[in-house]
C-alpha cells in the first residue's frame, strides 16, 4: 500500500457516475408496443388493437384504466422523480416535492417529463436527448418552481386557491345561463324568412345553333 492509499475500512464502495433511467413495467411496455403497432403496424394489426383511440397512453394517466395499469404507472413515475432528484436536482430548491401525488399538475406533467425522457432512450441518436435537456427539463422544472415555490420544503401545503376554485363551482349556473343567451343570439331566422327551396329546371343547348333552352 503507498503512502495517501485508503485504507480498506475507509474506501469508498464503488457506485456508477450516471445511474440508468427507470425502466417501465410490463404492463407500461406493452401500452407502448400497441401504440407502436398504430404507428407502424400492419392494417391486420391495428384492426386487432380496435379503435386506437381508446389505447392507454402513459403520458396522460387518466387514459390508464386498469389497476395494474395505474400502479404500474406511480410505481414508474415515484422512481422517474427519485431519479430526477438524485441525477439533476443539485441545487435543493430544484427538486420535485416529496408531496408531488397531491399536487394533480405535477402529476399530469411529470408523466409527460418521464414519457419523453423514456422515448429519447430508444432512439438511435441523441437528438432526442439533447431536446430533453436543453427544453423539456429545464421547461418542467422553472414551472414547477414558479407555482410550488418553497411552500412544500418542509411540509406538504394544502391547496392555496381551493377557496377560489369554491367560488368558481358556485358559479357554474350563472355561466350556463351566459352560454343559453349566447346560443340564442344564433336562431335561425322565423319561418317565413327562411330560405325557399325550388325546383331548378335542367338547361338544354342546342348542339346547332348554340342556344339554352330549360326543359
Not at 403497432?37 to 383511440?53: I, M, Q
Not at 435543493?92 to 409527460?112: D, K, N, R, T, Y
Not at 335561425?188 to 333552352?213: A, F, H, K, N, Y
Request: proline fraction near 12%; glycine fraction near 4%; hydrophobic fraction near 35%.
Amino acid at each position: 500500500m503507498r503512502p495517501g492509499d485508503p485504507t480498506p475500512s475507509t474506501r469508498r464502495a464503488p457506485v456508477p457516475l450516471a445511474l440508468p433511467y427507470p425502466q417501465p413495467g410490463p404492463a407500461l411496455r406493452n401500452a407502448y408496443l400497441d401504440l407502436d403497432l398504430v404507428l407502424d403496424g400492419t392494417d391486420a394489426d391495428r384492426a386487432e388493437l380496435g379503435d386506437p383511440s381508446m389505447l392507454p397512453r402513459p403520458w396522460d394517466p387518466s387514459t390508464m384504466t386498469t389497476p395494474r395499469l395505474r400502479a404500474e404507472l406511480w410505481e414508474w413515475l415515484e422512481a422517474v422523480t427519485t431519479w430526477i432528484n438524485t441525477e439533476y436536482a443539485w441545487d435543493s430548491s430544484a427538486g420535485i416535492p416529496a408531496c408531488w401525488p397531491m399536487h394533480p399538475h405535477l402529476v399530469h406533467e411529470i408523466a409527460v417529463i418521464a414519457d419523453q425522457r423514456y422515448k429519447a432512450a430508444l432512439a438511435y441518436s441523441s437528438d432526442l436527448l439533447e431536446d430533453w435537456h436543453r427544453y423539456a427539463l429545464p421547461a418542467f422544472l422553472d414551472r414547477l418552481n414558479g407555482r410550488v415555490r418553497t411552500m412544500c420544503d418542509e411540509r406538504h401545503q394544502e391547496w392555496p386557491g381551493r377557496s377560489r376554485y369554491a367560488r368558481f363551482a358556485a358559479d357554474a349556473a350563472r355561466r350556463k345561463e351566459a352560454y343559453r343567451l349566447d346560443e340564442e343570439t344564433s336562431a335561425p331566422p322565423p319561418p317565413d324568412e327562411q330560405p325557399r327551396l325550388r325546383v331548378v329546371e335542367q338547361p338544354r343547348i342546342d348542339p346547332l345553333t348554340g342556344e339554352v333552352t330549360y326543359q
